[in-house]
């Protein structure tokens, strides 16, 4: 199993090279922290393993005035690596939560092909009606038992809660694979194999 560090230092620097403060700092202010909480110090540990193990390449650069910065960029070793974290994440068979979804998905851009993107999100839209049809099931259980009889209101108001951001998410999936064959966003793909 891939740590999940690796997976966000290596979907930041496909998108642009920087340095590990800068690297740290994008927990805080994108929402990964919410997520996975890191301290920095884990993050210089994984660009060293990262560059160790040449998925990364650093150079130190200089601005006036300002101490020497190591910036680091994705090598091709790492995009390959990358790709093959993101596909085992997309094309798995088991659910995982929907912010870790979110989340994972945010580093697609320039590392799916248009094919795998639409394959991701249908993979997606398959596990969750399973994960919805399961739950359901349970539900159904428990009202044969006799066990939801006494749900209090708050119960009802979170299941509820709960439909509505299944919708919502499933209508945003079917929006994303529909958008991701228009011709104006076939550039945040990577060319077909």
Do not use: C
Not at 3 to 20: A, E, F, N, W, Y
Request: hydrophobic content about 40%.
């Amino acid at each position: 199993m891939v740590p999940k560090l690796d997976l966000i230092v290596l979907g930041l620097l496909s998108q642009k090279s920087m340095h590990g403060y800068r690297i740290a700092e994008f927990f805080l202010g994108k929402g990964i922290h919410d997520w996975m909480a890191v301290k920095k110090p884990s993050v210089y540990k994984a660009l060293n393993r990262l560059e160790d193990e040449k998925y990364i390449s650093g150079e130190y650069q200089t601005e006036v005035g300002k101490p020497p910065r190591k910036v680091f960029h994705i090598t091709p070793e790492g995009k390959k690596h990358i790709r093959e974290i993101l596909k085992s994440f997309f094309f798995t068979k088991k659910f995982t939560s929907p912010p870790e979804f979110w989340h994972y998905l945010r580093f697609a851009k320039g590392n799916l092909t248009q094919t795998e993107f639409i394959k991701a999100i249908e993979n997606r839209i398959q596990i969750s009606n399973k994960f919805e049809e399961k739950m359901l099931e349970k539900k159904n259980q428990a009202l044969r038992s006799g066990m939801l009889d006494d749900m209090p209101f708050y119960g009802k108001i979170v299941e509820n809660m709960m439909k509505k951001f299944q919708q919502a998410s499933a209508e945003a999936l079917e929006q994303m694979k529909q958008e991701a064959l228009l011709p104006e966003n076939k550039s945040i793909f990577i060319q077909e194999d």
